[in-house]
């Protein structure tokens, strides 16, 4: 999972490299994009902004068409601020997918078991789901309740 799961939603989702606390800080991420700071991204300003990103070109265009919301062919504060808001209720809703579709006993909560049934059939190994799963449990009680899962910081994934 939660390594490769959750760092390709991490990627897809924001499509974007989240900042070094892992939470994206649209504004932030408005004045680096907006080099000449005009208060306007421009699409070359942008193509600049995902250069690092792995995108093809079509991909880069789909996304900027995406956020350009007005089509007047440059991205302002406020399209900015709104795509911002979507990918981060998409990377919400992409994470309590995740946690349902895992709890198979539906109590609630992730037993590593139920967490390794899940990862292992992902591809990830053992030793990295044990890992991440310890992390992920603050509390330290051997279950993942829903705050841990959501509170935790899987941003930082895509760095590893
Ligand atoms: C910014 O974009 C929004 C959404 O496309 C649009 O309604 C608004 O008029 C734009 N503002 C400026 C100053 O371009």
Do not use: C, H
């Not at 499509?15 to 421009?42: C, Q, T, V, W």
């Not at 990295?128 to 509170?151: G, H, I, P, Y």
């Amino acid at each position: 999972m939660f390594i490769s799961y959750l760092s390709v939603l991490v990627t897809v989702v924001f499509g974007l490299i989240p900042s070094s606390n892992g939470k994206m800080d649209a504004a932030a991420e408005f004045r680096y994009a907006d080099a000449n700071s005009d208060g306007y991204i421009s699409a070359a300003e942008f193509r600049t902004y995902m250069m690092d990103e792995g995108l093809t070109d079509d991909q880069i265009n789909a996304k900027f068409a995406e956020i350009d919301t007005n089509r007047d062919g440059r991205i302002n504060r406020t399209e900015n601020a709104a795509i911002f808001q979507r990918w981060e209720e998409e990377y919400k809703q992409g994470l309590q997918e995740w946690f349902q579709s895992a709890d198979t006993n539906r109590d609630g909560r992730l037993s590593l078991n139920e967490v390794l049934t899940r990862s292992l059939a992902d591809g990830d190994t053992e030793s990295d789901t044990t890992v991440v799963f310890n992390a992920v449990d603050t509390n330290t009680d051997r279950m993942l309740s829903k705050d841990e899962f959501m509170s935790y910081d899987w941003g930082d994934e895509e760095d590893e």
